[in-house]
């Protein structure tokens, strides 16, 4: 007579969670269709036990709830994110600070820029640099709490000129007892829209640029 052997459960399990395409009624059917084929050419001789079959049927039902567990989780997700945009549109029109390192400087007057200092510092300081990256101006913000601070440029030179109009970056770093504290750049920005793709809520700053709604640090 022909046998097949036992089927695995938790080879089932674990290939069903894997396969996310499945739903959970077709992980279900195909699961019993396997178990049915299993009994009926099993041994006469060494049949299945209780304990073997009530185990393997706890399995798929396992199985189907997690899979009905991940649909209503997914679709909850979707639902949260959906929300957080709409209650993000009321950025629409605000300027905000977000992570950046673009400064522009028009008739003399240097864009609004800041630093996001994690923990006290010692000593915050910051480096204004030209588009070839030639440090035009050092500022020495001295001891920071921790928090958002912004960064005063008067768009002069660290001899006292202005600079010319243009397209700059900048660099900050905070130490404390000689350690470094991980300072954030900052940069202003007027929220004109607002997106979403894969990686959550974008606010939409113009000129291409954007940033995560979660990594607003300040709403003015």
Partial sequence: MTTTSNVNSNSAVNDALKGGSSSAADLQNNFLKMLVTQMNNQDPLNPMDNAQLTSQLAQISTVSGLQTMNETLTALLSQTAASRAMDSANLI?????????????????????????????????????????????????????????????????????????????????????????????????????ISGDSTGVLVELGDGKTANVDDVRRIS
């Fill in 93 to 193: 029109g605000k300027t905000v600070m977000v992570p950046g390192n673009a400064i522009t400087v028009a008739d003399g007057v240097a864009t609004k820029i800041g630093v996001d200092v994690p923990s006290t510092a010692d000593s915050v300081t910051v480096q204004v640099l030209d588009k070839n990256g030639n440090v035009v101006r050092n500022i020495d913000m001295k001891g920071q709490t921790a928090g958002v601070h912004d960064i005063a440029w008067d768009g002069k030179n660290d001899q006292g000129n202005a600079v010319p109009n243009g397209e700059y970056t900048f660099k900050v770093s905070g130490t404390a007892e000689g350690k470094d504290v991980s300072a954030i750049a900052l940069v202003y920005g007027k929220v004109q829209s």
